[in-house]
C-alpha cells in the first residue's frame, strides 16, 4: 500500500493507509487533503482502529507521506488513534512533519483527568425522576440552613450585635417602598375595575348590583390586595435582591465581607428583610384602598351606582378583621420575597449565567411560596373563624 | 528538611508565624491537593505557584478560612486555625487582610466607605478618625483624592489598589493576595509589586501571595511552593531563583518557571510513552 504513497498531494481526498511493518509494529500512513467538513473515508479510518484493537500491536508509527493540505479534521483523527494507542499500552512513534508532531504531542501532552470529567450517562425515566427528586433535598437543607443564620443574625440583632448598616436599612425601605407604590397603584386599582366588572355582570342578574361594593372590599381587604403586592414585588424587589446578591457572589465581594469579619447575612440578608417585612403591610394596605378606588370608579360610572351608596355598603360590609388578616397575608409574603431572593442570590454559582438563574429562579420560587403561604394561611384563617 | 528553611535575613530563630501542615484541600470528593506543608516567616513575601487548577486559590481561601480543609492543620502563631470555632477564627482573620483577585470592593459603597466599613467593623472609633485612618490607608496605597469615587468608576489597575487598602485598613500582620498582578498591564503590574516590597519594608507586614506572573514572582519573593496540578502536591519550594536551578525541581516547576521563552523545548516532541 506504501507505493501509492508518493502520489502527488494536489487535489486528492484524504487518504489512511494501514500496514503491519512486522507482527507487533503497526504503520498508520496519512497523506491526501485534510478539509474540515470534508467527507472522510471512514472504511479506511475504520480499518486503522481495528488494527489498533487487534491486540497484536506493541508500536504503532504515524507517517504522513503524501499528506498535503491538512486541518484539525486531521488532528482530531490522530489525537483518537495516538489516545487510543496510549490507552491500550502501545508505544507510539510519531514520524510526522515537525507542525503536526508538536500540536499532536500538545494535544496529548496532559492525559485527562480521570476525576474531572463530567459523567453524564444515559438513565432510565424513574431513575431520573427519582434523582431530581433526590436532587431537591440539597437545595430544601440549603434554604434550612440558610433560616437557621438569618435566625442567628436576628438573635445578634436584639442583642445589638448585628453587623448591619442603618444605611443599608433605610435605602432597602425607600427601594420596597415608596419606590414601589407607582406599580402598585397601577396594578391594584385595574384589580378594583376587573373584581368590580365581573361582579356586576353576575349581581345584576339579582338586582343586587350595590353589592358590588362588598365584593371588591372584601375581595381586596382580605386576600387579593396582598396577592397584588407579592406578585409585584415577587418581580421587582425577590428579583432584585437575587441579581444583587448574586453578582456580590461572582464578584467575590461575599468572601470580602466575610474575609472581613462581617457576617455576609447581617450585613446583606437582614435589612432587606426587615426592610421588606415591614412595608409589605404598608403596601397591602395601599394596594386594598387602590383597589376599593378602582372598583367605585366602575360602579359609579359605567353601573351608576350612587356614590353615598356605594361607600355606605362598603363600609357596612366590612368588618376590620378582614384587614388584619390582609396584613397577615402582607407581612408572610414580603417576608418569603425577600428570603427567598436572598437565599437563591447567596447560592448563586460563581458565573453570570448563575446570576441569571439566581434572578428567576428566585422570582418562580417566591411567587410559589407566596401560592403556598396563601394556602395555609386561608385553612388557618377558617379554621380560627376570622 | 526543606519545608523548615528559613529567610537568612531573619536573625530571630522564632517560630514559624504562620504553619501549615498535611493540608488535604478539594471540592466534594475530588481532592486538588495532598500532603501541603509550608512554613511562613514573620515579614516574608512568600509565593504560592502552579499552573491554572493547580488550587492555588483553593490553598489560599483554606488559609483564609473561606474553605474548610479536608485534612491537615493551618497555625497561625501557634493557634489552630480550623480546630476552633467560627468565633476564633474571626478572632484570627481581623489580624489578616485580603486582596481578592478582582479586587471585590463592595460595589455599592465608595473607596473611602470600603476602608470605613472594616474598621467601624472592628474598632470603637469616632466617626471622624475613621474617616482619617480610612483616607490615609487609601493614600498609602497611591490613591488619595479618589476617596469618593466608586469601584465602577475607576481602572483595574486602581481596583487593586483600593483593595489593597482596604486589606490594610485593620494594620494586618499578614496579608493574603490573590492574583495581585493578574488582567494588569505590566506598567501597573510592577507598580502593584513596588507597592508590596514598600509596604514590607514600611509596615513589616508578610505576604502570601497567590500568583503566575514570573516577571513579580522575581522581583518580590523571598519564599515559594509550587503546587503541581498533575500530582497534586508541592513538588518544589524555595527561593524563586533556587527554584529554577534546583535539579530536584526540574520537571514541571522548571518548564513552569522558565516557560514562555522556550516552552518544553527539553521535550523530544516524536515520541509519545504509554503513562
Known amino acids: ?275 421588606m417585612s415591614a412595608m409589605a403591610p404598608l403596601l397591602t394596605l395601599y394596594a386594598d384602598i387602590m383597589g376599593i378606588v378602582g372598583g367605585f370608579l366602575v360602579a359609579v360610572t359605567l353601573m351608576g351606582i350612587n356614590p353615598y351608596d356605594y361607600l355606605n355598603t362598603t363600609v357596612q360590609l366590612t368588618p376590620f378583621r378582614h384587614v388584619s388578616v390582609g396584613l397577615v397575608y402582607g407581612t408572610f409574603f414580603g417576608v418569603i420575597i425577600a428570603l427567598t431572593g436572598c437565599f437563591h442570590g447567596m447560592r448563586c454559582g460563581r458565573s453570570a449565567q448563575g446570576v441569571g438563574l439566581a434572578t428567576t429562579t428566585a422570582v418562580v420560587h417566591s411567587i410559589v411560596g407566596i401560592i403556598v403561604a396563601t394556602a395555609v394561611i386561608t385553612v388557618a384563617a377558617s379554621a380560627l373563624n376570622v | 528538611m526543606a519545608d523548615e528553611r528559613m529567610n537568612p535575613d531573619e536573625t530571630m530563630a522564632e517560630q514559624a508565624f504562620l504553619r501549615v501542615r498535611d493540608l488535604q484541600a478539594g471540592f466534594g470528593g475530588r481532592v486538588l491537593m495532598r500532603e501541603v506543608n509550608f512554613d511562613v516567616h514573620a515579614g516574608e513575601i512568600f509565593c504560592i505557584l502552579g499552573g491554572s487548577g493547580s488550587g492555588k486559590s483553593t490553598l489560599l481561601r483554606v488559609l483564609m478560612g473561606l474553605k474548610e480543609p479536608q485534612a491537615g492543620r493551618v497555625f497561625y502563631g501557634g493557634e489552630n486555625f480550623w480546630a476552633g470555632d467560627e468565633e476564633s477564627r474571626r478572632g484570627i482573620m481581623r489580624g489578616t487582610g485580603v486582596l481578592f483577585q478582582g479586587g471585590a470592593l463592595w460595589s455599592s459603597m465608595t473607596l473611602v466607605e470600603n476602608v470605613e466599613l472594616v474598621l467601624q467593623q472592628h474598632t470603637d472609633m469616632n466617626a471622624e478618625d475613621t474617616r482619617a485612618q480610612a483616607v490615609l490607608k487609601l493614600a498609602l496605597a497611591g490613591l488619595a483624592g479618589f476617596e469618593d469615587y466608586y469601584p ?107 516557560r514562555g521563552a522556550d516552552r518544553g523545548a527539553e521535550r523530544d516532541w516524536h515520541e509519545i510513552t504509554a503513562v
Open chain 1, 1 to 275: 500500500m506504501q507505493s501509492s504513497s508518493r502520489k502527488a498531494p494536489l487535489r486528492t481526498a484524504n487518504r489512511v493507509e494501514t500496514s503491519w511493518v512486522r507482527q507487533d509494529s503497526l504503520r498508520v500512513n496519512v497523506g491526501g487533503q485534510w478539509r474540515m467538513g470534508e467527507s472522510a473515508r471512514r472504511d479506511e479510518i475504520a480499518r486503522a482502529f481495528d488494527a489498533l484493537e487487534s491486540g497484536r500491536a506493541r508500536l504503532l508509527t504515524l507517517t504522513a507521506d503524501g499528506l498535503g493540505a491538512w486541518d484539525s479534521s486531521l488532528l482530531v483523527f490522530l489525537v483518537r488513534l495516538a489516545g487510543g494507542a496510549r490507552a491500550g499500552g502501545i508505544r507510539v512513534r510519531l514520524d510526522l512533519p515537525d507542525g503536526l508532531a508538536r500540536l499532536l504531542s500538545l494535544a496529548l501532552a496532559v492525559p485527562a483527568d480521570a476525576d474531572a470529567g463530567r459523567k453524564e450517562t444515559e438513565e432510565p425515566f424513574l431513575a431520573a425522576f427519582g434523582g431530581r427528586v433526590l436532587g431537591l433535598v440539597p437545595g430544601i437543607t440549603a434554604f434550612f440552613l440558610f433560616l437557621g443564620e438569618f435566625s442567628q443574625a436576628c438573635h445578634r440583632l436584639t442583642r445589638g450585635r448585628a453587623h448591619m448598616r442603618a444605611q443599608d436599612f433605610w435605602e432597602a425601605v425607600h427601594e420596597c417602598g415608596v419606590a414601589a407604590l407607582p406599580i402598585i397603584s397601577l396594578t391594584s386599582l385595574l384589580f378594583g375595575l376587573i373584581l368590580a366588572f365581573v361582579g356586576s355582570v353576575q349581581l345584576t342578574q339579582f338586582g343586587a348590583q350595590v353589592y358590588v361594593a362588598g365584593l371588591v372590599s372584601i375581595g381586596m381587604l382580605r386576600i387579593m390586595g396582598a396577592v397584588m403586592v407579592g406578585v409585584v414585588m415577587s418581580g421587582r424587589v425577590g428579583a432584585a435582591y437575587a441579581a444583587l446578591t448574586g453578582s456580590m457572589q461572582v464578584n467575590e465581594e461575599v468572601d470580602a465581607l466575610q474575609a472581613a469579619g462581617i457576617h455576609p447575612v447581617d450585613f446583606l440578608v437582614l435589612p432587606r428583610v426587615l426592610a
Open chain 2, 152 to 258: 465602577s468608576e475607576i481602572s483595574g489597575g486602581m481596583r487593586k489598589r483600593a483593595g489593597l487598602a482596604r486589606a490594610l485598613a485593620l494594620d494586618p500582620r499578614i496579608l493574603f493576595l490573590d492574583e495581585p498582578s493578574a488582567g494588569l498591564d505590566p506598567v501597573s503590574g510592577r507598580m502593584l509589586d513596588d507597592l508590596v516590597l514598600e509596604l514590607r519594608a514600611t509596615l513589616k507586614a508578610t505576604f502570601v501571595i497567590v500568583s503566575h506572573e514570573l516577571q513579580s514572582i522575581f522581583a518580590i519573593a523571598d519564599n515559594c511552593i509550587y503546587l503541581d496540578a498533575a500530582s497534586r502536591r508541592v513538588t518544589a519550594r524555595g527561593r524563586p531563583t533556587e527554584l529554577v536551578r534546583d535539579p530536584a525541581t526540574e520537571g514541571n516547576a522548571l518548564r513552569f518557571l522558565t
